[in-house]
């Protein structure tokens, strides 16, 4: 990769919290910045230039760089792409429709104020929802087996009614989705069943059973479960929010973050060694050299299988989420009988979807960046969250806290999309190489944190992400969202095998 960019410096600065990458000289449209100077300073040379890289690719319309940014492969997670032409694989991701839920509980705060509480909750969650990378159902003593049969529904139907009601999620928790069901590039479910079918039988998919076994189970990495108390904004926007959301002052929730886990790993693998082939049969240049940078003009046959691949990876994705959910209420109503709750939202932030920005239909690509639509957008026109604009569940760290917001009219600029959480600033590598275990564990200690882990995993820790409040001072200074809630975080639910190695 040839480093074009070299610093921050070389974004032109356009107002406190916005910017712009020229790419190539001016020649194409450059990338628009999201990020307060703090913000900006952190997005490195390696970064900027894989902006640069997708922004030159062929068919590319618009890239945004949001605050969160950083390296990924071929665009940077944290980065939006638009093309009414092509689909890409590398700015979705391997984890297709890595996702956030909130679940609201009628739990006071106070009644999980004493350590014993949390624990008991964090054993009984445990008991029911693996961690770590490979792990599935029959890891756990209290998991909700999901048959092969089953999931073959569950991944070409998305959250219909009988899936949700086979596997025991209330259906009308789809209602709360971004997108409760995809389905295959013809619009239909029978698209997905086909190709999956296709997949198994030409041996393509030989662990689809294994695979589909990690429904309902967090893996490992940057996914978790947290359990969190609410902390509502003083403001009357807010407040109508807040209502209209479903979220309850000095209440506890619970925000998981979870994709579609080896089965949507298999799909994307599968997609970018078949694309690389194609691109050495067609004789044509990777776009900045770069192999997962690799591309399907639209009405291929190679882009309807990607995007059949891509909703099946999804479909996973939000039933995992709300499985996970229905499993997370089951273990309070163990601990605190008479638990209710209710899902606020879902949303994802590795996905494509079509969406018409201006007079045309495009394909947004959203890696590691999240759906912004305010209110009144006509995408919203049959939800609950026509009037507010549609909660956005924003990860920070476990001594940060987390924040639930809501789009404004200027996340346009953004083809209405926002950060997906506070972004890394230290690699895994450099985060366990320089980050103290010590101090680490210690610093959720103070401020009462609970954890599943022995030690909390270093590549993990709060240290290792952007300042929070800096990433939402940006967002908000930008005028592209304002924030409903805080939420801060009583316990935390990691890959534990990995932090006891």
Wanted: contains cysteine; glycine residues 10%; aromatic residues 6%.
């Amino acid at each position: 990769m040839t480093l074009e960019a070299q610093s921050s410096e070389e974004i032109i600065v356009t107002g406190e919290a916005t910017g712009i990458l020229p790419v190539r000289n001016g020649k194409l449209p450059p990338v628009t910045v999201i990020g307060t100077e703090a913000i900006r300073a952190t997005f490195d040379a390696t970064c900027l230039q894989q902006a640069r890289n997708t922004a030159s690719a062929p068919g590319v319309s618009r890239v945004v760089l949001n605050p969160d940014a950083h390296v990924g492969y071929g665009a940077p997670v944290g980065s939006v792409l638009a093309s009414d032409s092509h689909v890409y694989p590398g700015p979705v991701g391997l984890d297709i429709k890595c996702s956030m839920s909130l679940l609201q509980l009628d739990v006071p705060a106070d009644q999980i104020a004493d350590r014993p509480t949390r624990r008991a909750l964090i054993d009984a969650i445990c008991a029911r929802i693996p961690t770590g990378a490979g792990r599935g159902q029959r890891s756990v003593s209290k998991s909700r087996p999901v048959s092969a049969a089953l999931g073959r529904r569950a991944v070409a139907e998305g959250a219909s009614s009988a899936v949700c009601q086979a596997l025991g999620i209330p259906p009308a928790w789809a209602e709360r989705c971004e997108d409760a069901g995809h389905v295959g590039h013809d619009g239909t479910r029978d698209a997905l069943s086909a190709r999956l079918d296709w997949l198994i039988a030409g041996g393509a998919f030989e662990t689809f059973e294994e695979k589909i076994r990690q429904l309902g189970s967090y893996g490992g990495g940057n996914h978790f479960g947290e359990c969190e108390v609410v902390r509502l904004v003083e403001a009357d926007q807010a407040a109508f929010c807040a209502k209209v959301f479903g979220l309850r002052d000095q209440h506890v929730a619970f925000l998981s973050h979870c994709g579609s886990r080896g089965f949507g790993h298999h799909l994307a693998q599968g997609q970018f060694r078949t694309l690389e082939r194609k691109f050495e049969t067609w004789g044509i240049p990777l776009p900045a050299g770069d192999r997962h940078l690799v591309y399907a003009p639209l009405g291929t046959a190679e882009a309807d299988a990607y995007l059949d691949d891509m909703a099946l990876g999804a479909n996973f994705a939000t039933v995992n989420h709300l499985l996970i959910n229905a499993l997370v209420l089951e273990a309070f109503q163990e601990v605190l009988p008479g638990t209710t709750g209710t899902l606020v939202y879902f949303i994802s932030h590795n996905i494509a979807r079509q969406e018409v920005m201006g007079a045309r239909r495009v394909w947004v690509h959203r890696k590691g960046a999240t759906r912004a639509f305010p209110a009144g957008h006509p995408a919203l026109a049959e939800t609950p969250f026509r009037v507010t604009g549609h909660p956005i569940l924003l990860p920070g760290n476990p001594a940060a806290g987390s924040a639930v917001m809501v789009a404004r009219p200027g996340a346009e600029q953004t083809c209405y999309s926002i950060n997906h959480g506070a972004g890394r600033q230290l690699g895994r590598k450099q985060a366990i190489r320089t980050l103290d275990q010590q101090a680490v564990d210690e610093q959720l200690e103070v401020q009462d944190i609970l954890t599943n882990c022995r030690r909390y995993p270093r590549d993990e820790a709060p240290a290792a992400y952007k300042d929070f409040d800096e990433v939402l001072q940006s967002v908000q200074s930008a005028d592209l969202a304002t924030t409903v809630a805080r939420l801060d975080a009583r316990f935390v639910i990691k890959d534990a095998d990995k932090a006891d190695d």
